[in-house]
């Protein structure tokens, strides 16, 4: 048979649904040996056992004298198997008496699928012989051409299975990170808020939240956080401490104390390299327009005047959460009138970059921001969004990026 073509017929036989390994081989097995334009009348299939050294005999077909099913051979006293883990393929005579006596005399055999390390050696997983009327090195190049195609099968099967593997958590990190960012828009009395949240992968560290609780209707906590690492790491991190804000909010712990019980879990719980800055603010349904809030290492979310005025940049009041146990944080105020927006973001808009590697930076932030006022929430969110992505297409550099915009409106 041409060998290109018995390649493709050896990937096409194997490429069948199969329940297990040793199915799928047994079938390729069988379909060598039935295969007219292939001189073989038999042939069986071994497996090593690296726990004790030795091949077992798993299966057998063809026009031979039956071996005693899981016969097996020590590797030490069957030199065969050391030279079909160097040259891949072999002919042989063979030497073992009690397969002599079940009519093998000479055998072509050939290493399949990936190896497996024993003592100082690396040795095939599975080990293809077969008996022909008059075996020659002709049929070196056959066997040679099997073990390629399905050593490349059994490689594909077992990328595919951890493809699906990961495929699946994946999904389930999807999913965890669905679960932590809330609906995009929220109403909270004279506010309307809204949110967008884009990882640069498939998950990220960026993440933000609105939290209430039933007995005060008259208050409403934002947050919005960026974990320093990346991918599944971050999402970690940011997993950690949206559950660990929420819980403390259920019980009405004050911002301070919160932020300083959830900045020495992080310490006790991730590297120091891995922290978290955190922006946590809490408006009030008054007439002043009060906001409360307490600020871990995050962007300066920026509070911008219905006219335009100087913007108001919400700074640190504390570390980023991770690195410093003992770190304080106290509380500052800022007021929202009629018309004014605070814009709550994470590092990964102002720091996008263009193809040149210019940074997006604050001033195109704010003047976006202040052109834009007139804008619901919603409105102005998906703008600054889609104008940063725009300006970020061409760079090779990206990062999560996230918004939050509250608006005041009455």
């Known amino acids: 048979m041409e060998l290109r073509r018995l390649y493709r017929t050896i990937e096409q036989l194997a490429s069948r649904e199969s329940r297990s390994e040793k199915e799928l081989l047994e079938f390729v097995l069988k379909s060598i040996v039935q295969n007219e334009e292939i001189p073989f009348k038999g042939g069986r299939m071994w497996r090593l056992e690296a726990k004790t050294g030795s091949y077992e005999l798993i299966h057998q077909v063809g026009d031979i004298e039956r071996i005693r099913q899981s016969y097996k051979l020590k590797v030490k006293d069957y030199p065969m198997f050391l030279q079909v883990a160097k040259q891949r393929t072999i002919l042989a005579s063979e030497t073992d008496k009690y397969l002599r006596r079940r009519g093998i005399v000479k055998y072509s055999a050939t290493g399949v699928g990936d190896k497996v390390r024993w003592r100082e050696h690396e040795l095939y997983r599975y080990i293809l012989a077969f008996n022909a009327d008059f075996p020659d090195a002709s049929l070196s190049h056959t066997l040679n051409i099997i073990s390629s195609a399905l050593t490349s099968v059994l490689r594909g099967r077992k990328s595919e299975q951890k493809a699906k593997a990961l495929e699946k958590d994946i999904d389930k990190a999807r999913e965890i990170q669905r679960r932590i960012l809330p609906e995009h828009e929220i109403r909270f009395h004279n506010y309307e808020i809204y949110g967008i949240s884009v990882p640069d992968r498939i998950v990220g560290g960026d993440f933000f939240d609105y939290l209430g609780t039933p007995e005060d209707s008259d208050r409403l906590g934002i ?185 005041r409106t009455k």
């Open 223 to 407: 947050a919005i956080g960026d974990a320093a690492s990346k991918g599944f790491s971050a999402a970690a991190q940011a997993l950690y401490v949206s559950g660990a804000l929420r819980m403390g909010i259920e019980f009405q712990t004050k911002i301070s104390s919160l932020l300083g019980r959830i900045n020495k879990l992080m310490n006790q719980t991730f590297p120091d390299e891995h922290f978290v800055t955190l922006f946590y603010g809490e408006l009030i349904n008054d007439k002043n327009g009060l906001l409360v809030y307490a600020n871990a290492g995050h962007n300066s979310p920026i509070l911008l005047h219905s006219d335009c005025s100087q913007p108001e940049y919400l700074g640190p009041t504390g570390q980023v959460l991770g690195p410093f146990p003992e770190e304080l944080y106290h509380i500052e105020s800022a007021q929202l009138k009629k018309g004014d927006i605070l814009l709550l973001y994470t590092d990964g808009l102002v720091e996008a970059t263009d193809e040149n590697g210019a940074f997006f930076g604050d001033k195109r932030l704010v003047d976006l921001l202040c052109s834009n006022r007139e804008r619901s929430a919603k409105e102005i969110a998906q703008l600054l969004m889609e104008e940063v992505q725009k300006y970020s297409a061409s760079s090779e550099y990206s990062d999560d990026k996230t918004i939050v915009v509250v608006k």
